[in-house]
């Protein structure tokens, strides 16, 4: 019989879940809760719940490791690059989608072709080029080539989904004098929403968490440490912290860097868990 | 709770596992020599150890990696017809034949799109094996990303770099090819 098989598996694929939540909640809450630990409680009970709440750990994470700067700085080149990528990903996907003209299939194409690129094949010639222009260790510079690599996706997915929007209501506005432009952003972009949102919440977290991008662009003096982004930020405070043996602001400074994205993650989880899946799919 | 490692940057999920493999102040060993099973005054030191070191980045990779994919394939899940499930428990299937001869088969494209990304995940790593190891010890844990960038902006060897990087990039592209070919398979329509 079947079912009685099927029961007897049934506890092992629950205690599994239940196993594989753990792991992965494990490490983070663990984090959050050592970095109130004093530095005597790190070294002698890692497993245990700290003895007393130690908050300078979290001063020296703010004020020495300037963790709240890199996270100022992310959050601005990100802001920066995510509205670049999204008004002119939008603009490029609704003409591609909704106009018909000469090489339009070689636009796309050359646009689409992006994303078969790799960021390591672009790694030499992009710090060159950024070198060249002025653009190593700028806020400006960074946004720019995030946006970059942000587009070629963003017009793949937006165009697909402009695609998708029903033809009547564009003829029906354009009937009533609607212009292109206002056809555009009174008529279209509001009816391709589910689409901007999803794929803005890929771009925020695909830039969000560049890594080899800031390492290579953001190299400098003092002066481009200042600003570094959170990627470069929590490293360099591994490293120090590893140095003089300052776990505490280790930990804290993690703590620090991901409650942002985790206040984030709890209000809207269902949305960017729908909006990835989607990414994904399309 | 599977899918927070994905809105992690990466680095911080790095930095974060580099703490719980510290020999003395780990969370692995603090567990493992609570239950007895390491001692406290010899603790492995995972990420140092070239035994081990490998294993414990791909343990991070997968951890970070296994929410993305249950979201992925939850939402296929959803958009699979109900009355085909109940079909089939009324035509008596257990849970395995379900989930082997229909559950696989519906969602194929999209096992399909997640094999082929897997493969070119597997060829990258370079955020994590940078932050955790620097590709080391003794390059145990070194990726292709690490080589180039090493090559390009530890010894300014910036020709060598790109040919390297063009190399990459032909491997993924057939690894990638490959993986889309050889999960070839007929389309359930539904």
Same mark, same amino acid.
């Given at each position: 019989?079947?079912?009685?098989?099927?029961?007897?598996?049934?506890?092992?694929?629950?205690?599994?879940?239940?196993?594989?939540?753990?792991?992965?909640?494990?490490?983070?809450?663990?984090?959050?809760?050592?970095?109130? +630990?004093?530095? !005597?409680?790190?070294?002698?009970?890692?497993?245990?719940?700290?003895? +007393?709440?130690?908050?300078?750990?979290?001063?020296?994470?703010?004020?020495?490791?300037?963790?709240?700067?890199? #996270?100022?700085?992310?959050?601005?080149?990100?802001?920066?690059?995510?509205?670049?990528?999204?008004?002119?990903?939008?603009?490029?996907?609704?003409?591609?989608?909704?106009?018909?003209?000469?090489?339009?299939?070689?636009?796309?194409?050359?646009?689409?072709?992006?994303?078969?690129?790799?960021?390591?094949?672009?790694?030499?010639?992009?710090?060159?080029?950024?070198?060249?222009?002025?653009?190593?260790?700028?806020?400006?510079?960074?946004?720019?080539?995030?946006?970059?690599?942000?587009?070629?996706?963003?017009?793949?997915?937006?165009?697909?989904?402009?695609?998708?929007?029903?033809?009547?209501?564009?003829?029906?506005?354009?009937? !009533?004098?609607?212009?292109?432009?206002?056809?555009?952003?009174?008529?279209?972009?509001?009816?391709?929403?589910?689409?901007?949102?999803?794929?803005?919440?890929?771009?925020?977290?695909?830039?969000?968490?560049?890594?080899?991008?800031?390492?290579?662009?953001?190299?400098? !003096?003092?002066?481009?440490?200042?600003?570094?982004?959170?990627?470069?930020?929590?490293?360099?405070?591994?490293?120090?912290?590893?140095?003089?043996?300052?776990?505490?602001?280790?930990?804290?400074?993690?703590?620090?860097?991901?409650?942002?994205?985790?206040?984030?993650?709890?209000?809207?989880?269902?949305?960017?868990?729908?909006?990835?899946?989607?990414?994904?799919?399309? | 709770?599977?899918?927070?490692?994905?809105?992690?940057?990466?680095?911080?999920?790095?930095? #974060?596992?580099?703490?719980?493999?510290?020999?003395?102040?780990?969370?692995?060993?603090?567990?493992?020599?609570?239950?007895?099973?390491?001692?406290?005054?010899?603790?492995?030191?995972?990420?140092?150890?070239?035994?081990?070191?490998?294993?414990?980045? #791909?343990?991070?990779?997968?951890?970070?990696?296994?929410?993305?994919?249950?979201?992925?394939?939850?939402?296929?899940?959803?958009?699979?017809?109900?009355?085909?499930?109940?079909?089939?428990?009324?035509?008596?299937?257990?849970?395995?034949?379900?989930?082997?001869?229909?559950?696989?088969?519906?969602?194929? !494209?999209?096992?399909?799109?997640?094999?082929?990304?897997?493969?070119?995940?597997?060829?990258?790593?370079?955020?994590?094996?940078?932050?955790?190891?620097?590709?080391?010890?003794?390059?145990?844990?070194?990726?292709?990303?690490?080589?180039?960038?090493?090559?390009?902006?530890?010894?300014?060897?910036?020709?060598?770099?790109?040919?390297?990087?063009?190399? #990459?990039?032909?491997?993924?592209?057939?690894?990638?090819?490959?993986?889309? +070919?050889?999960?070839?398979?007929?389309?359930?329509?539904?």
């Amino acid at each position: 019989m079947p079912d009685s098989k099927d029961r007897l598996i049934r506890p092992f694929v629950h205690a599994g879940l239940i196993f594989w939540a753990l792991v992965t909640g494990g490490p983070v809450v663990w984090a959050i809760l050592s970095s109130l +630990k004093t530095e !005597d409680d790190l070294l002698s009970r890692p497993w245990g719940l700290p003895s +007393k709440l130690e908050f300078s750990n979290w001063v020296r994470a703010w004020q020495q490791a300037h963790i709240g700067r890199y #996270l100022l700085n992310s959050a601005l080149v990100v802001t920066a690059s995510v509205t670049l990528t999204m008004a002119l990903g939008a603009m490029a996907a609704y003409a591609l989608a909704r106009y018909e003209f000469r090489g339009r299939r070689i636009v796309y194409l050359g646009f689409v072709s992006g994303m078969m690129f790799p960021v390591f094949l672009a790694l030499v010639p992009l710090f060159a080029i950024s070198k060249n222009l002025g653009l190593i260790g700028t806020y400006h510079g960074l946004a720019l080539v995030y946006a970059a690599f942000g587009l070629p996706f963003t017009i793949f997915f937006l165009t697909a989904f402009f695609r998708s929007l029903p033809q009547a209501i564009a003829e029906a506005a354009v009937i !009533d004098g609607c212009s292109h432009f206002s056809l555009f952003t009174r008529i279209m972009l509001p009816m391709a929403k589910p689409g901007l949102v999803s794929v803005g919440i890929f771009n925020v977290l695909g830039q969000w968490n560049q890594y080899v991008l800031p390492l290579v662009l953001m190299q400098g !003096d003092e002066s481009v440490q200042r600003r570094w982004v959170l990627a470069q930020g929590v490293r360099n405070l591994a490293v120090t912290s590893g140095y003089r043996g300052d776990h505490g602001a280790l930990l804290a400074g993690l703590t620090l860097s991901m409650l942002p994205v985790l206040l984030v993650y709890l209000v809207f989880h269902r949305k960017l868990q729908e909006g990835l899946a989607a990414g994904g799919l399309k | 709770v599977y899918f927070f490692p994905q809105v992690l940057a990466i680095t911080i999920i790095a930095v #974060l596992w580099q703490y719980v493999y510290n020999p003395r102040q780990g969370l692995l060993n603090g567990f493992l020599s609570s239950v007895g099973l390491v001692s406290k005054d010899a603790p492995p030191a995972w990420l140092s150890d070239p035994r081990t070191a490998f294993w414990c980045v #791909l343990a991070v990779l997968v951890w970070a990696n296994v929410g993305f994919y249950v979201v992925l394939f939850s939402a296929a899940l959803q958009a699979v017809p109900r009355e085909i499930y109940e079909a089939a428990m009324v035509d008596g299937a257990g849970q395995n034949a379900t989930f082997w001869r229909m559950t696989v088969p519906l969602l194929w !494209d999209t096992l399909q799109v997640a094999w082929v990304y897997l493969a070119i995940a597997a060829l990258d790593g370079f955020a994590l094996v940078n932050v955790m190891t620097g590709g080391g010890p003794n390059h145990e844990t070194e990726v292709a990303g690490q080589t180039i960038y090493t090559a390009a902006f530890g010894d300014f060897k910036f020709g060598y770099a790109s040919a390297m990087a063009v190399v #990459l990039f032909l491997i993924t592209m057939t690894v990638a090819a490959l993986a889309f +070919k050889l999960s070839r398979r007929d389309r359930v329509e539904f």
